[in-house]
């Protein structure tokens, strides 16, 4: 999609036209000037202009700049009357006179406005491969897309920030296959999981001999990134020795190996993220300040999941084809369940959603998740566990064909009750009932008739004692 910085001007005010060209044109805007007839063959889903400005004169003019209005939803208008309908993209007026205050405020609205239909509409396959992590329509993730698109295709060195679990890493990746580096190598490096004393030689690479161990020359990640991108990940975790040596490199760029002395030119894309306040490093002097600026040159701030929850029921969705991708079963959720998820706190963000579908996938292969499969901690609608009533002589047939059907014999466990069975016979029925209200007494007593901790201490989900306490009729005691 091509996006073009022009203004379209057509007003059939000829005077009031050549007017607001001169002034436009004094501010650096591109304008062009067409007859408003021809206005709508200018127009294709294929181009977008920074704001169409026009001017109708007879209701047959209000009528074509409604359909235009209603065609090109994704294209900011701006009105030189007054306005005969209400519509999204039909963003302001100028009145005239015309002021620098009022023009550079509409066309501020206008690109507001293109800024965010950019995000709703469809992104082209290449935006859309690594995604993943970023979809939604939350305007908290349309600003990060917003942010990375702005910034991939220039050399800015990019600091990513936000809690762990939020996907800085996506966010990195993205940044790198949208840049003009996509071909190069992208080198990721955890920052806090190298030892502080391998860290040098990690980034930087060693020569032969320069410490022991060194039995040959080594390229560090530097190098490997050569024309690529370079992800510092965990960046406020880097050692102090450390952080002035990567600040020497990112203001000279260039580096040493460790034990040589030949200078090696860096030509690397700098992203590092960290899920600290880095601010408050600087001032307990645990991380320089000088390199924080160095890196924070374009800010990029991950929202947490719990701030963008509307966007879980279509990270489910990419979660689930991502899975079915590569290969594995697939796995739906119930409506129910999706509002369950919503209502969870997600403290791990984003990679505890990923973890939970891959666990429900492997629990329930193809099948459909009902808010009393998920588990217990993710709970939050609530809803009685379905019980088939399923019948008695099936069940019976079923227990005898388990029993028979393997060829070693079942070693039963050994009576816990010293008592022999009566002459008569017992209504085994009956008994189970009763013991089974007594137990779920004795529990609901022991734990002050807190029903969840009752049905912990009785080992069945809190949904199934409050569907056995309403078929006893039993009360909280």
């Known amino acids: 999609m091509q996006t073009d910085i022009s203004i ?49 004169q007879s209701n047959k003019d209000n009528e074509q700049i409604i359909d235009l209005l209603r065609g090109y939803p994704h294209q900011p208008f701006l009105s030189l009357d007054a306005p005969q309908v209400e519509m999204a993209n039909l963003v302001g007026q100028l009145v005239t006179p015309f002021v620098y205050s009022q023009l550079t405020e509409m066309l501020h609205f ?12 469809p992104t082209s396959p290449n935006q859309t491969k690594l995604f993943r992590s970023l979809v939604g329509r939350s305007s908290a993730i349309a600003e990060v897309r917003h942010l990375m698109t702005q910034v991939a295709e220039t050399e800015a060195t990019v600091l990513v920030l936000g809690q762990s679990g939020t996907g800085k890493e996506v966010v ?45 020359t080594r390229k560090g990640r530097f190098e490997l990134a050569e024309g690529g991108t370079l992800f510092l ?7 102090a020795h450390m952080q002035v040596k990567l600040l020497r490199v990112l203001q000279e760029r260039t580096f040493e190996r460790v ?12 992203v590092a993220a960290t899920h600290q306040d880095l601010e408050q490093m600087i001032e307990k002097n645990r991380f320089r300040e000088d390199l924080y600026y160095r890196l924070n040159v374009f800010p990029i701030e991950m929202p947490a999941l719990n701030e963008r929850k509307e966007d879980i029921p279509l990270l489910l969705q990419e979660l689930i084809s991502r899975i079915e991708g590569e290969g594995k079963a697939s796995v739906r959720f119930t409506k129910r369940a999706v509002d369950s998820l919503v209502a969870h706190p997600w403290l791990g963000n984003v990679r505890e959603l990923s973890n939970l579908v891959e666990r429900m996938v492997i629990l329930y292969p193809n ?19 379905y019980l088939p009533d399923y019948p008695e002589e099936l069940q019976e047939r079923d227990v005898l064909a388990a029993l028979f059907s393997g060829e070693e014999p079942i070693e039963l466990p050994e009576s816990k009750f010293s008592s022999e069975l009566p002459e008569d016979g017992v209504n085994l029925k009956d008994m189970l009932a009763e013991l089974e209200v007594e137990m779920i007494r004795q529990a609901l007593e022991q734990t002050g008739s807190v029903v969840a901790k009752a049905a912990e201490k009785l080992g069945m989900r809190r949904t199934t004692l409050v569907e ?10």
């Open 110 to 121: 206008c690109q507001v406005y293109t800024r965010t239909r950019h995000e709703v509409a």
């Open 259 to 270: 034990g040589g002395t030949k200078a090696i030119k860096a030509d690397v894309r700098i």
């Open 8 to 56: 379209l001007l057509a007003d059939w005010n000829q005077e009031r036209c050549q007017q607001l060209s001169f002034l436009l044109n004094f501010l650096g805007e591109s304008v062009e000037i067409v007859d408003i007839d021809s206005l709508s063959k200018r127009l294709s889903d294929s181009e977008r202009y920074r704001s169409i400005i026009f001017g109708a």
């Open 468 to 477: 056995k306490m309403r078929k006893y009729g039993l009360n909280k005691v």
């Open 367 to 385: 099948g459909l998740v009902d808010v009393n499969d998920l588990p217990a901690k993710y709970r939050h609608v609530d809803v009685p566990q």
């Open 172 to 216: 990195a990746r993205n940044i790198h296959y949208l840049s003009q580096r996509r071909d190069g190598p992208f080198i990721p490096v955890n920052c806090g999981a190298i030892p502080a004393e391998l860290l040098e030689s990690e980034l930087f690479g060693h020569e032969k001999g320069a410490f022991t161990g060194a039995i040959g």
């Open 233 to 239: 990940d965990e960046i406020g975790d880097m050692p």
